[in-house]
């Protein structure tokens, strides 16, 4: 037995249940959730022993819900939090912070939760690991699968970027491209998972799985000298990633390792699925599922699993959310690219052009220390960019030919 | 006032197994009444201690969520198919969502004197509802509606085709995703 997970807990109800591969409460259908025993992890953590812990996510091991030493890694997360003064100088903040999630093992921020699933999963038994996925995740899962030696199945949309299929496919998994969108895929898996013994990482594994992206709490935290920020844009699709950087920074508070957290969470979505954001904006507890059309694939989750706990983040927190056009995620990723050299996916220019609308609203603060999570790498989506940036000046090796191009500058 | 309502599989030990059951009611609010005076404990499972549905569980009369009409004050129509379906993390169910057909239906000679309607409810998760039928020496016809989850229907169809039963819509909904 472990001394520091609990249970698992249904986020409704409150029921518990053992800590195995079951997700969902049996009694009131309620997704269920890791409980710690924060007595014990208080003892064993503090700054210093974070402090000294591996460059990677595994620092924050006490609060990450894997009992063994024996973890599947690839050195994922610890990733730069970056002081973007030239950004800040465009958009009018003083302290604005890049979260560069770009620079992960396979460029994404689902390497943080994958490494947490697939440990867990290798702890419970499981020989298959398997996800439904919008890309991101499976490449994520396809890598760690092959590190930890495990059969791997992924799911995909099959009309994804060239460059998450690629992504996914150099790892050899058995690719599955369901004719239909994200949300078709997702409920083909739960049918699977309920029919195969496999470690269905955002199924059956979802509660450890998810715990992973606390991590992107966490590290902002830490490497802004052990404090919440002030404010925070999250790119949302289901909803989880939003979640769990609160979740995150609460339980560093519960730990007394910062003060109190009074971050107003905001949520990025595209204009083309936003059922988050117009929940927040209607003020109705009620996420309508929405059909996604967006050049965001990695957000178009039209029925987000953990949407109501988003929205409740949001407006408990005092944030909101705000959307952008696919004209603007562009330009969104052109600006960050342009200013801090940071060159992100669809997902990114969400974040970007949800901050930029958001101040231009007054509602983030030229003082306020602001945090934009950036979760995925720009050359996955590559497709979104084509004939929008600039291409070469073809010329032969003259000096005579450079010089007249010059000068047309 | 009589309407049918569907269990799901995780609720059926409190309905005795039953995966539909037959009530009276006018709302949904009354429905849940009733089927907690024939089934003591399943409110529990329904609602919240507020009497508000409970987050992860959907109520559709003839399909539609009932959080898109007026919550559990929502009307039933007399006759109307009520389901409560469990939505599991990711969203609500699409096979379980309600389609309803009006089929004309030609039963060979040979068949006449089988249960076929019978075996059909027996073998499917779908409910009939003959509206009109006539039998001869050599030929029977029936006006069946049929509801029921879209593979369920699917799959109630192509039986009745293999049984050799020929089958014509006459309208309702599409059975699609």
Redesign the interface.
């Known amino acids: 037995m472990s001394r520091k997970i609990k249970s698992l807990k249904c986020k409704?109800?409150g029921r518990e249940f053992p800590a195995k591969a079951i997700?969902?409460?049996?009694?009131?259908?309620?997704?269920l959730e890791v409980r710690y025993n924060y007595d014990y992890i208080k003892k064993k953590t503090s700054g210093k022993t974070i402090e000294k812990g591996p460059l990677s996510l595994w620092r924050y091991k006490e609060l990450l819900p894997v009992e063994s030493d024996d973890i599947t890694t690839l050195q994922e997360g610890f990733t730069p939090l970056i002081h973007a003064k030239n950004l800040g100088e465009v958009l009018g903040l003083k302290n604005l912070y890049i979260k560069n999630d770009t620079v992960n093992p396979t460029f994404s921020f689902k390497d943080r939760v994958v490494t947490v699933a697939i440990s867990r999963a290798r702890e419970l038994g499981f020989a298959t690991v398997a996800c439904?996925s919008t890309g991101n995740l499976a490449g994520a899962v396809s890598a760690y699968g092959a590190v930890a030696g495990l059969k791997t199945f992924v799911f995909i949309p099959h009309d994804l970027e060239q460059g998450k299929i690629l992504g996914a496919g150099i790892y050899n998994p058995v690719i599955v491209g369901v004719k239909?969108n994200y949300?078709?895929v997702?409920?083909l898996c739960?049918e699977i998972a309920d029919a195969f013994r496999w470690a269905f990482v955002n199924?059956n594994i979802?509660p450890y799985y998810s715990e992973g992206s606390k991590t992107l709490g966490f590290e902002v935290a830490e490497q802004l000298g052990w404090r919440a920020p002030d404010s925070v844009v999250v790119p949302v699709a289901?909803g989880s990633l939003l979640t769990k950087i609160y979740k995150g920074l609460n339980e560093f508070n519960l730990l007394g390792l910062i003060g109190d957290v009074k971050t107003k969470f905001y949520a990025a979505q595209a204009v083309g699925c936003s059922p988050v954001v117009a929940a927040i904006k209607e003020n109705s507890e009620?996420i309508?599922?929405v059909k996604p059309n967006t050049i965001a694939k990695s957000l178009a989750i039209g029925?987000p699993?953990d949407g109501?706990y988003a929205w409740k983040v949001a407006k408990e927190t005092g944030g909101g959310g705000e959307t952008v056009s696919d004209t603007e995620i562009v330009e969104g990723i052109k600006l960050l690219a342009s200013t801090e050299g940071v060159f992100a996916e669809t997902a990114g220019g969400v974040t970007i052009g949800v901050l930029k609308k958001l101040v231009e609203q007054k509602k983030i603060e030229r003082n306020h220390t602001t945090v934009a999570y950036i979760t995925g790498n720009g050359l996955k989506t590559q497709e979104a960019l084509m004939d929008k940036v600039s291409k070469p000046h073809i010329i032969n090796p003259s000096f005579e030919e450079f010089k007249k191009l010059y000068n047309s500058f | 006032m009589s309407i049918t309502v569907r269990i799901p599989s995780a609720m059926r030990a409190l309905t005795k197994e039953q995966s539909t059951v037959t009530i009276n009611a006018k709302t949904a609010k009354e429905m849940i009444e009733t089927l907690e005076s024939e089934y003591p404990g399943i409110k529990d499972r329904i609602c919240e201690s507020d009497g508000k549905v409970r987050r992860f569980i959907n109520i559709f009369i003839n399909g539609e969520d009932i959080r898109f009409i007026s919550g559990v004050e929502s009307s039933i129509p007399d006759g109307a198919e009520v389901s409560i379906i469990p939505a599991i993390a990711g969203g609500t169910d699409g096979r379980a969502k309600i389609k309803k057909i009006k089929l004309e239906l030609y039963f060979p000679s040979k068949l006449i004197k089988q249960p076929v309607i019978y075996t059909l409810s027996k073998k499917f998760n779908v409910v009939f509802n003959i509206r009109r039928a006539r039998v001869t020496e050599e030929i029977g016809e029936m006006i069946l509606e049929l509801s029921g989850g879209k593979e369920e229907m699917e799959k109630a169809l192509k039986w009745l085709k293999s049984q050799g039963v020929i089958s014509k819509t006459l309208g309702g909904s599409k059975i699609e995703g």
Do not use: L, T
């Open positions: 409704e109800c997700y969902v409460c049996e009694f009131c259908f309620g997704p439904a239909g949300d078709d997702n409920r739960s199924v979802r289901s009620i309508k599922p029925n699993a109501y």
